[in-house]
């Protein structure tokens, strides 16, 4: 059964402080992962697709990065700004599904 | 750019009510979704349109009928609501895989 799964389900950072998270997936043949961003009372907004592994995105202070079995998403230098859900998803069925993790929730503290 | 545009934006409902949830876009995109998010459960699909005149069934569609009314248009209903529906509601549409989401529609079942 196709599967994704994110750890930690929640972490506090100090601002300035790196870390990583991490989106675990079991899916036959992947077609893509994708990395959204969702604040409090929105919709998620699309962050990175990554495709192949070895593959890596940035975006300010974001990378991610694919492996065969997992992504990680790596902030650097985080500010309070960056507090967030950050969700990961990949297709499934006949490519127009989307599974979803159910997320990291990001704090960053001044 | 108005992108994805769901009405109300929220909503309280009693028991056995019908509502309809609207959802429009203005991407010109072929594909358009209903998801549910809920605590501890993630983003679930309850139905998708891939295209203008067709739609499906995804993970959680039962107390739910959608219509694609055109192009840019796809709305959900709920004919007899139940305490089970309380959830927050998201519309998306995507030309490939990636989606763009609504707001979203918080709705209460009392």
């Known amino acids: 059964e196709d599967q994704v799964t994110q750890s930690p389900e929640a972490l506090r950072l100090q601002e300035g402080e790196s870390s990583s998270l991490n989106c675990s997936y079991t899916?036959?043949?992947?077609?893509?992962l994708f990395w959204y961003r969702q604040d409090p009372g929105k919709g998620p907004e699309f962050l990175f697709t990554?495709?192949?592994?070895?593959e890596e995105k940035e975006k300010e202070r974001l990378k991610a990065t694919l492996t065969k079995k997992e992504s990680f998403l790596h902030i650097t230098a985080p500010k309070p700004e960056d507090s967030a859900t950050y969700l990961c998803?990949?297709?499934?069925?006949?490519?127009?599904?989307?599974?979803w993790g159910l997320g990291t929730s990001l704090a960053v503290n001044p | 750019n108005a992108g994805v545009t769901q009405t109300p934006k929220f909503q309280v409902l009693k028991t056995g009510q019908s509502m309809t949830l609207q959802c429009a876009q203005d991407?010109?995109?072929?594909?358009m979704y209903w998801y549910r998010q809920d605590p501890g459960m993630g983003l679930r699909l309850i139905y998708y349109?891939?295209?203008?005149?067709?739609?499906d069934k995804g993970e959680v569609p039962n107390g739910y009928n959608v219509s694609r009314l055109n192009k840019r248009e796809f709305s959900l209903r709920l004919e007899s609501a139940a305490p089970s529906q309380t959830s927050v509601y998201f519309c998306?549409?995507?030309?490939?895989?990636?989606?763009?989401f609504g707001s979203g529609t918080r709705l209460t079942v009392v």
């Open positions: 998803a990949v297709p499934a069925g006949n490519n127009r599904k989307l599974i």
């Open positions: 991407m010109n995109h072929n594909s």
């Open positions: 349109s891939a295209s203008e005149g067709t739609t």
């Open positions: 899916v036959s043949g992947l077609r893509g």
């Open positions: 990554l495709y192949s592994a070895g």
């Open positions: 998306a549409s995507s030309e490939s895989v990636t989606n763009t």
